[in-house]
């Protein structure tokens, strides 16, 4: 069935929900919250996948829900980079072996329309320091 190669794998609450013998229940993981640790609001919602290549991915329930919310929604592809045999960078308060294929999701109304843009690890962050800095819902 289609949802088994869908899903790669999740919890045991997925995994029950998955050997339900009934297609006409749907069900996915929400895969990011990113939210407001002072106020609380969530700030997007996403998807995320390895980068294999294709920058296909059926976003519709992330995208029905960051629209539902009100909030951003975001496709995001990661690529894990080889982290070196030295450990020059075990200073730095975040992994930077990582970098990002990212599009916002929110604005779009099918699966096709991908902006994606390119992030470093660093790069990724500042753009995540921006929206919690940008946020301002009068709330202290
Ligand atoms: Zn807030």
């Not at 995320?48 to 294709?54: N, V, Y």
Request: glycine residues 8%; hydrophobic residues 30%.
């Amino acid at each position: 069935m289609a949802r088994y190669n869908y899903f790669g794998r999740g919890d045991e609450y997925s995994e029950w929900h998955r050997n339900i013998q009934d297609d006409s229940l749907g069900y996915i993981d929400l895969d990011v919250v990113e939210f407001h640790k002072t106020c609380g609001c969530i700030l997007f919602v996403a998807e995320t996948c390895r980068f294999k290549g294709s920058y296909y991915k059926n976003t519709t329930l992330t995208r029905k829900i960051a629209q539902g919310l009100g909030c951003r929604g975001y496709l995001i592809f990661y690529m894990p980079i080889a982290k070196p045999q030295s450990h020059v960078d075990e200073h730095l308060w975040y992994d930077p072996y990582m970098t990002f294929k990212i599009a916002r999701i929110d604005h779009l109304s099918s699966n096709s329309g991908y902006e994606f843009r390119d992030f470093t690890a660093e790069e990724w962050i500042k753009h995540l320091q921006d929206i919690r800095i940008r946020h301002n819902c009068g709330h202290k």
